[in-house]
T-cell receptor, first 115, second 113 residues
Framework: NAGVTQTPKFRVLKTGQSMTLLCAQDMNHEYMYWYRQDPGMGLRLIHYSVGEGTTAKGEVPDGYNVSRLKKQNFLLGLESAAPSQTSVYFC??????????????FGAGTRLSVL | GQNIDQPTEMTATEGAIVQINCTYQTSGFNGLFWYQQHAGEAPTFLSYNVLDGLEEKGRFSSFLSRSKGYSYLLLKELQMKDSASYLC??????????????FGTGTKLQVIP
């Protein structure tokens, strides 16, 4: 069982460069999320999606864009990377439904450094 | 919104019991999660409490008091592999749509021999 797979695992960018982080899940989950985790800040929600073709802003969306063209994939884009975007990025997915516990399953993370 | 508070760090001895507290203030509440995160790894689900009381799952138990906005995670018979960060997360009540979960900053537990 692959669960949630993120690529790449590590990346170093120069300021102003762009990149896309890929997230794939094989659990047929409706909901998918992108978080960033910084020391002392905890997990902060960047964007999320409640289904194929839909996305919404989270707590810290500025400087990021997302797309959910297929149910199993959720892409996070950085258009013009800044040093403030140096972080560990986690993708997660969960089942939908008001009565669902909404337990989130996380990928292994992408460690991004912007110089 | 939600405000979640948990201690930054704790140290406990192998074989002992440790209690990690979490307090929260929220405009609506629908449940509280505990996740474990080993250094350099992804968070993994431990427990979910909706109703008041204690839920036991092996060496780990989680307690919730909705009226006090308080939860704790109890780890018994500590093992070295329990050294990790423990994240408290709150799921709010809302009238419709997706209920965004808010995570605390986590408690880093170090288990020493």
């Amino acid at each position: 069982n692959a669960g949630v797979t993120q690529t790449p695992k590590f990346r170093v960018l120069k300021t102003g460069q762009s990149m896309t982080l890929l997230c794939a899940q094989d659990m047929n989950h409706e909901y998918m999320y992108w978080y960033r985790q910084d020391p002392g800040m905890g997990l902060r929600l960047i964007h999320y999606s409640v289904g194929e073709g839909t996305t919404a802003k989270g707590e810290v969306p500025d400087g990021y864009n997302v797309s959910r063209l297929k149910k199993q994939n959720f892409l996070l884009g950085l258009e013009s990377a800044a040093p403030s975007q140096t972080s560990v990025y986690f993708c997660a997915s969960s089942l939908q439904g008001v009565n669902a516990k909404n337990i989130q399953y996380f990928g292994a993370g992408t460690r991004l450094s912007v110089l | 919104g939600q405000n979640i508070d948990q201690p930054t760090e704790m140290t406990a001895t192998e074989g002992a019991i440790v209690q990690i507290n979490c307090t929260y203030q929220t405009s609506g509440f629908n449940g509280l999660f505990w996740y474990q995160q080993h250094a350099g790894e992804a968070p993994t689900f431990l427990s979910y409490n909706v109703l008041d009381g204690l839920e036991e799952k092996g060496r780990f138990s989680s307690f919730l008091s909705r009226s006090k906005g308080y939860s704790y995670l109890l780890l018994k018979e500590l093992q070295m592999k329990d050294s990790a960060s423990y994240l408290c997360a709150v799921r709010p009540m809302n009238s419709g749509g997706y209920q965004k979960v808010t995570f605390g900053t986590g408690t880093k537990l170090q288990v020493i021999p």
